[in-house]
Each structure stands twice: as structure tokens, then as C-alpha cells.
């Protein structure tokens, strides 16, 4: 069964980069059909799309974030990461990693597979 | 950009009651695209129903969503204790568009 696991900083300083790494396990992140996503969820608040790549690193943006914004792959290591540049104490949140079946291979577009999501506080 | 919007926001209903959640679209939207998630405190949210009225792996029966155009519903026709949670619609409006609603919590009255 698809895992995904997120790991790292709890705790980032206003105007650095909030950077977080989303390892998959229990299948290959090279597969054809999925998409990588990046979701968060502010404390007592609703959800947030930020981003997908695919495996060989086609990216798609939220607008909201695609000025400070960069996701990446790396399928060595069957992981994909998140930077957000230029961190507010608005992007205190937790950090789901995600993946949903591509456009094209299926009808219907859904988040399958969820991390457990951290809480990432940015705080001095 | 599709807007979501749930209601209620919170929902109060006893055990064996039955309970109808809904998400309205902004404008008319493809019910292939239109998904319902459940979230539980300190747990990550969970598929529930996949276009409009599939239902995921592992949700009983009493689960079940309907809706067309832009009014989609989901139903629990008899609540059991585990299924007080927060649940969320969710909509794919392209390869930069996956937006939710603001979620409705059920809580047990």
C-alpha cells in the first residue's frame, strides 16, 4: 500500500524558506499515472492546493503561491519536496504531501493517498 | 476560479439521526470532478466519495452523494459515533485549479 511521510522543520523564521521533504514508500514515484501534491491546512481552518510535479518534474502552481513557490523530484530517492520562499507567519499550517491519478488516466480527480502533515510554525 | 461553499458550517445531530451536507458551486461544474473527503482530529483527511457518488474503499452504505450542475449533497442516512468529523467537498478545475470548500463539522448534539 502507497505511503507517504513528510519530514522536516517544525519551526522557521519569518522571511526564510520553509522547506519540507515528502517520502514515498510501498510504490515508485516514476509511475506515469500520478501526480505529487503539496496541500496545507492552517490551524482550525480548511484546506489549500499549493502545488503538484509529476515524475519527471512538470510542475503546476497555485497561483496564490507561484512567486515564492518550488517543488521538486527526486525519483532516486522516491521522494519529492516542497520551498516556499519568504515565509509569513500565515503559512503556519500543517503540510499534507499528497498524489491523485493524472488527468487522462482516469475520469475522476481525487487525492488518494494523504502524509500525516506536520505542523510547520513560523515563528522567531 | 470555481468557489465551493459548504453549509452549514457545523452541523448538530444525535446518533441515528440522519444527516445531508451540502456544496455549492460557484458555477456549473463536472460532477466527474467533484469530491467529498472526511477528516477526523489529528488525522489527515480520508476519501470518501469520488465523482459525485462513488463511494471509497472501506465507507459503509450509509454514505452516500448526489448532485448535478452546481448543488452536490452528501448524505449519512443513519450516523454511528465514528463519522462526527469534518468533512470537506473538493472540486478539479485544471492542472492548477483543485480548490475546497471551507468543510462542514459534524458534531455530535
Known amino acids: 500500500q502507497l505511503q507517504l511521510q513528510e519530514s522536516g522543520p517544525g519551526l522557521v523564521k519569518p522571511s526564510e524558506t520553509l522547506s519540507l521533504t515528502c517520502s514515498v514508500s510501498?510504490?515508485?514515484?516514476?509511475?506515469?499515472?500520478?501526480?505529487w501534491d503539496w496541500i496545507r491546512q492552517p490551524p482550525g481552518k480548511g484546506l489549500e492546493w499549493i502545488g503538484s510535479i509529476s515524475s519527471n518534474g512538470i510542475t503546476h502552481y497555485n497561483p496564490s503561491f507561484k512567486s515564492r513557490l518550488n517543488i521538486s523530484v527526486d525519483t532516486s530517492k522516491n521522494e519529492f519536496s516542497l520551498r516556499l520562499r519568504s515565509a509569513t507567519a500565515a503559512d503556519t499550517a500543517q503540510y499534507y504531501c499528497a498524489r491523485h491519478l493524472r488527468p487522462g488516466v482516469t475520469a475522476s480527480i481525487f487525492f488518494e493517498n494523504w502524509g500525516q502533515g506536520p505542523l510547520v510554525t513560523v515563528s522567531s | 476560479e470555481i468557489v465551493l461553499t459548504q453549509s452549514p458550517g457545523t452541523l448538530s445531530l444525535s446518533p441515528g439521526e440522519r444527516a445531508t451536507l451540502s456544496c455549492r458551486a460557484s458555477?456549473?461544474?463536472?460532477?466527474?470532478?467533484l469530491t467529498w473527503y472526511q477528516q477526523k482530529p489529528g488525522q489527515a483527511p480520508r476519501l470518501l466519495i469520488y465523482?459525485?457518488?462513488s463511494r471509497a474503499t472501506g465507507f459503509p452504505a450509509r454514505f452516500s452523494g448526489s448532485g448535478s450542475g452546481t448543488d452536490f449533497t452528501l448524505t449519512i442516512s443513519r450516523l454511528e459515533p465514528e463519522d462526527f468529523a469534518v468533512y470537506y467537498c473538493q472540486h478539479y478545475g485544471g492542472s492548477t485549479a483543485y480548490t475546497f470548500g471551507q468543510g462542514t463539522k459534524l458534531e455530535i448534539k
Open positions: 465523482a459525485t457518488s
Open positions: 510501498g510504490g515508485s514515484i516514476r509511475s506515469d499515472y500520478s501526480l
Open positions: 458555477q456549473t461544474i463536472n460532477s466527474h470532478y
